[in-house]
T-cell receptor
Framework: GNSVTQMEGPVTLSEEAFLTINCTYT??????LFWYVQYPGEGLQLLLK?????DKGSNKGFEATYRKETTSFHLEKGSVQVSDSAVYFC??????????FGGGTRLMVKP | SQTIHQWPATLVQPVGSPLSLECTVE??????LYWYRQAAGRGLQLLFY??????ISSEVPQNLSASRPQDRQFILSSKKLLLSDSGFYLC??????????????????FGNGTRLTVT
């Protein structure tokens, strides 16, 4: 079946540090991959997506590359800010546009 | 532009009481609609999805039900709440897909969620 595994948090970084949140997936076929962000008390917002192998999704300084050979979609940012503190979810799409989510990774950025 | 509204934002209900959460989408037609639940400290679990009026599919057996009385309205209900129903409920929509067999790839757009506490 389809599944998504994310590194467990919380991840605590100082401002301007480099961020990596690991995400690996198991799927039949070639799913699209997504990163969503959830700020405290809010719903999820799409951060970036990639629809095929070697695609790189990017937004707001975040990047992730669809790696078919390693079945990974790691999220990276070169310099995090306090405002990036949130929970990040990796997800893959199934037929019918249903998403399978990872467990989420809480990021805390300290000034 | 498309918007999704979900209410109430927070709800505290006693065990055994009924539940009705409502979600509406504006600015699009024939959307796919979804209800997810996020339990404390856990990821998101798909509860129900709908590809059209009156068409509801359940992902997991549970104490909840869903209905879609209108094209852009999706309701989550329970006749008798359990303690385990506590959580953060998220409604979402995506552009129409013709069937379960169609390819995924469109992102989901989420509402701001309802935090339900069953006491």
């Amino acid at each position: 079946g389809n599944s998504v595994t994310q590194m467990e948090g919380p991840v605590t970084l100082s401002e301007e540090a480099f961020l990596t949140i690991n995400c690996t997936y198991t799927a039949t076929g070639y799913p699209s991959l997504f990163w969503y962000v959830q700020y405290p008390g809010e719903g999820l917002q799409l951060l970036l997506k990639a629809t095929k192998a070697d695609d790189k999704g990017s937004n707001k300084g975040f990047e992730a590359t669809y790696r078919k050979e390693t079945t990974s979609f790691h999220l990276e940012k070169g310099s995090v800010q306090v405002s990036d503190s949130a929970v990040y979810f990796c997800a893959l799409s199934r037929p019918g546009n249903m998403l399978t989510f990872g467990g989420g990774t809480r990021l805390m950025v300290k000034p | 532009s498309q918007t999704i509204h979900q209410w109430p934002a927070t709800l505290v209900q006693p065990v055994g009481s009924p539940l009705s959460l409502e979600c509406t989408v504006e600015g699009t037609s024939n959307p796919n609609l979804y209800w997810y639940r996020q339990a404390a400290g856990r990821g998101l679990q798909l509860l129900f999805y709908s590809v059209g009026i009156g068409q509801i599919s359940s992902e997991v057996p549970q104490n909840l039900s869903a209905s879609r009385p209108q094209d852009r309205q999706f309701i989550l209900s329970s006749k008798k709440l359990l303690l385990s129903d506590s959580g953060f409920y998220l409604c979402a929509w995506s552009p129409m897909s013709l069937s379960r067999g169609s390819l995924g790839g469109s992102p989901l757009h989420f509402g701001n969620g309802t935090r339900l506490t069953v006491t």
